[in-house]
C-alpha cells in the first residue's frame, strides 16, 4: 500500500497510524463486530477497531517530523492515539471505568 514506488525516489517515507483513543465511539468497529458475530455465530462478537494509515513523503524527512505533523494535523490527541508502527495489539486497551 501507499504511494506507487516512481513517485517516492529521492524521497524519504515513513507510515503513520492513527487509532481511536480507548472509550472514545468507534461505531464503524462496533458494525464491523456485530457483523462479524452474527455471521460467524459467535455468542460474543470480536473486539474491532479502526485506524488510518498515512504514508508521508518527502525529501530530508524524519520519523520525528512526521510524528509532529500527524500531532498537529493527522491526529486529535484527545480522542486518538498516533502510532509510528502498524498498530498489532496482542489485546485491546480497555477505557478506564466512568464513575
Not at 481511536?20 to 460467524?40: F, I, K, N, R, T
Not at 500527524?70 to 477505557?95: C, M, T, Y
Request: hydrophobic share 40%.
Amino acid at each position: 500500500m501507499g504511494a506507487e514506488p516512481s513517485l517516492t525516489v529521492g524521497l524519504h517515507t515513513h507510515a503513520v497510524e492513527v487509532h481511536p483513543l480507548p472509550g472514545v465511539m468507534d461505531p464503524v468497529a462496533q458494525s464491523v463486530a456485530g457483523a462479524v458475530g452474527e455471521l460467524l455465530g459467535l455468542r460474543e462478537p470480536p473486539r474491532v477497531s479502526t485506524g488510518w494509515r498515512y504514508d508521508v513523503a518527502g525529501p530530508g524527512l524524519t520519523r520525528e517530523r512526521v510524528l509532529d505533523l500527524a500531532g498537529r494535523l493527522l491526529a486529535n490527541p484527545v480522542i486518538q492515539k498516533i502510532h509510528a508502527e502498524p498498530f498489532w495489539p496482542s489485546e485491546f486497551p480497555d477505557a478506564p471505568a466512568h464513575e
